[in-house]
Nanobody, 127 residues
């Protein structure tokens, strides 16, 4: 059983940067693909970014491509989401997620269902 705990959310202004962190415990971290998702008020949860087990292959939603960067530190059991040039449309609760690394890694696999979820951290971007 993997436990995930996000941190780093907050209230920022448009154009600012924010870095989210997710601490994982309870499993062999390098066995898991890691993802970030978000859910805005009144909307369904959506995929943001994902990285394979060693972080070498990463995928992003079109809405964040070029602004957000996912990274992971397997020695520390941590995954991060660096968010730059934030927009009011990025306002959401951000969730960290994990799943056993699939045999193949593609955009479809990156977006496919995850097994473990954190509690979420609120990001609010004011205009």
């Amino acid at each position: 059983q993997v436990q995930l705990l996000e941190s780093g959310g907050g209230l920022v202004q448009a154009g600012d940067s924010l870095k989210l962190a997710c601490a994982a415990s309870g499993g062999t971290f390098s066995n898991y693909a890691m993802g970030w998702f978000r859910q805005a008020p009144g909307k369904e949860r959506e995929f943001v970014a994902a990285a394979n087990s060693y972080g070498g292959y990463r995928y992003y939603a079109d809405s964040v491509k070029g602004r957000f960067t996912i990274s992971r530190d397997n020695a520390k059991n941590m995954v991060y989401l660096q968010m730059n040039s934030l927009k009011p449309g990025d306002t959401a609760v951000y969730y960290c997620a994990a799943k056993v690394m699939p045999r193949t890694w593609s955009t479809a696999q990156a977006m496919a269902p995850y097994d473990y979820w954190g509690q979420g951290t609120q990001v609010t971007v004011s205009s």
